[in-house]
């Protein structure tokens, strides 16, 4: 999963998704709040829900042509997780 990426190919620049954030939050979105969650090895399903909700996309395009294959692994027993989407 690569964040920086898909902000990227969807047309965002760190700052102006930075703005937008703010914007729809109601609240500051501080310059290294963004940096720690577009570097973050392991970001929250609720950091990439914020990030697709400004951007108006899917959580699924942070997942979409992952060259890794599944990238998410369960912090407990450190399996894999598979996600399947119903495209309704």
């Known amino acids: 999963m690569n ?3 898909t902000i990227k190919d969807n047309g965002w620049t760190l ?3 930075r703005a937008k954030m703010q914007e729809i ?3 500051e979105v501080k310059q290294s709040s963004m940096s720690r969650i577009v570097n973050s090895a392991n970001p929250t399903v ?3 829900q914020r ?3 400004a951007m108006q996309i899917s959580i699924c395009s942070f997942f979409e ?3 890794q294959g ?4 369960c912090p407990h027993c450190g399996k894999p997780i598979a996600l ?5």
């Open 3 to 5: 964040i920086k990426k």
């Open 15 to 17: 700052e102006s998704l």
């Open 25 to 27: 939050e109601g609240r």
């Open 46 to 48: 609720e950091t990439l």
């Open 51 to 53: 990030l697709a909700d």
């Open 65 to 67: 042509n992952d060259q």
């Open 70 to 73: 599944a990238s998410l692994i």
């Open 84 to 88: 399947h989407v119903d495209k309704q």
